[in-house]
């Protein structure tokens, strides 16, 4: 899909609390009632068009959830991974956090980065695997060291970036074992963590591999 299309799509779930409803069925309003543990944020960076663009200008909110039955309407409803142009992310993040590393709740932490290259067909299920997995809290059962998942779209691969509130190595160490599992990597793919103190460095070094 083209860049304005994949905009004029997300801009039909525009951000307001009462967007999930008006994207559900009259039957699925009344059946919704598995709350998740927090409330998540869609975000969405489109491609620079103009070099006048800052950061700021291409990422903004979609729109939010609260329950598993809203999750699946607005996945249901947006552009999938393989539709999106090249140069664009989606984020989803816990609460009111944004998906940048300046963010208070992301400052002190990292993310654990993953590339998939070429032409994949499994990552629209990955991509689905990590997004269930966090909002789900399987992979951070009990600490909510977990911010955020990120996938993003570059020339020949896709990305995927957990990102955490700390640089804590206890929790992450068992943190990247699970994200493992969930993308089905095995003993020879690499996982790395990156701090996001080093992310201004010109050539960041993972701080951590599995």
């Known amino acids: ?7 004029q799509k997300l801009d039909e779930t525009k951000l307001n609390e009462d967007t999930p409803k008006t994207i559900l069925s009259d039957s699925t309003q009344f059946e919704y009632k598995h709350p998740l ?15 006048s663009e800052s950061w700021s200008d291409l990422l903004r909110p979609v729109t939010s959830f609260e329950t ?14 393989i539709d999106l142009p090249l140069k664009s992310d989606y984020h989803v993040f816990r609460n009111d956090i944004r998906p940048e590393w300046e963010d208070e709740a992301n400052s002190k932490g990292g993310k654990w980065s993953f590339q998939v290259r070429g032409k994949n067909n499994n990552v629209e299920e ?10 789900g809290e399987t992979i951070d059962e009990d600490e909510y060291q ?34 493992k599992q969930v993308l089905k990597l095995n003993d020879e793919n ?10 201004n460095n010109k050539h960041p070094q993972p701080s951590i591999t599995l």
């Open 1 to 7: 899909m083209s860049v304005d299309e994949v905009t």
């Open 37 to 51: 543990n927090t409330k998540w944020t869609l975000w969405y960076t489109k491609p620079a068009v103009d070099k």
């Open 68 to 81: 598993v039955e809203e999750f699946w309407a607005i996945f249901k409803n947006i552009p999938t991974p």
């Open 126 to 135: 990955l991509w689905m695997r990590s997004l269930m997995a966090v909002i």
């Open 146 to 179: 977990i911010n955020g998942v990120v996938l993003s779209v570059r020339k020949g691969t896709y990305k995927f970036a957990l990102w955490t509130k700390s640089e804590d190595r206890e929790p992450l160490f068992e943190i990247g074992k699970k994200f």
């Open 190 to 199: 690499q996982l790395e963590f990156f701090p996001h103190s080093s992310a």
